[in-house]
């Protein structure tokens, strides 16, 4: 039997990987993963996940060590191909192409990293519109759109704008050791 880790389940939501990460932007370690490239339809998948298990900090090669350590005991079915019992046979295909469990994170210039593990995420497969729960997803998904959202939506381009990005170091200033 699988864990709660490892539950996979279709689930229906009337939102875009966009609407819905713009309405969870308020959770802790939201992370998005957004495939809105087209070049690749067949295979597009976006990713949502929330509330991190556990932060991990470090630079050490042991630090390094531990954070490997920990992904590869979050993620002991990646490989699993056996059947998931009322589960659309696509959409386990789908999960079996998804971490079942995760790190997202960054790291510096000077080593340093921070990666949260996430034993949850939502994941959308662009081609058939398909939204699937992987995990332990264990915060509210907003499900509906609401008639002042709709509204909006009808009024707009859908398109979110190029974010303005501000150097704070010059070229000559940065020097990598």
Same mark, same amino acid.
Not at 35 to 46: G, T
Not at 73 to 94: E, M, W
Not at 139 to 149: L, M, Q, S
């Given at each position: ?16 990987? +966009?609407?819905?990460? !713009? ?5 802790? &370690? ?7 490239? *087209? ?9 949502? /996940? ?7 900090? &470090?630079?050490? /090669? ?10 590869? /005991? ?7 191909? #056996?059947?998931?019992? @009322?589960?659309?046979?696509?959409? *386990? ?5 998804? %971490?079942? @469990?995760? *790190?997202?994170?960054? +790291? $510096? ?10 034993? @949850? ?10 939204? +699937? ?8 998904? %907003?499900?509906?759109?609401?008639? /002042? $959202? #709709?509204?909006? *939506?009808? &009024? #707009?381009?859908?398109?979110? &704008? ?5 150097? #704070?170091? !010059? ?7």
């Amino acid at each position: 039997m699988k864990s709660s880790l490892h539950r996979i389940e279709s689930i229906k939501l009337e939102l875009t990987p +966009v609407e819905l990460a !713009s309405r969870c932007r308020h959770l802790p &370690g939201l992370i998005f993963f957004d495939s809105a490239l *087209a070049a690749c339809e067949e295979d597009r998948i976006s990713i949502l /996940a929330a509330n991190p298990t556990e932060t991990i900090s &470090g630079r050490t /090669a042991e630090d390094w060590a531990l954070l490997r350590e920990k992904l590869r /005991a979050c993620n002991p079915l990646q490989d699993d191909s #056996s059947p998931t019992p @009322g589960v659309n046979p696509k959409i *386990a295909a789908l999960a079996r192409r998804v %971490p079942l @469990g995760m *790190a997202a994170g960054f +790291v $510096e210039y000077d080593g340093q990293f921070t990666f949260g593990l996430y034993h @949850g995420l939502l994941a959308f497969e662009h081609s058939s519109g398909n939204w +699937v729960r992987i995990g332990n997803v264990d915060w509210d998904i %907003p499900t509906e759109v609401t008639k /002042a $959202e #709709s509204q909006k *939506a009808e &009024g #707009s381009s859908g398109s979110l &704008g190029r974010p303005e990005f501000t150097p #704070s170091l !010059s070229r000559a200033e940065f020097r990598p050791t």
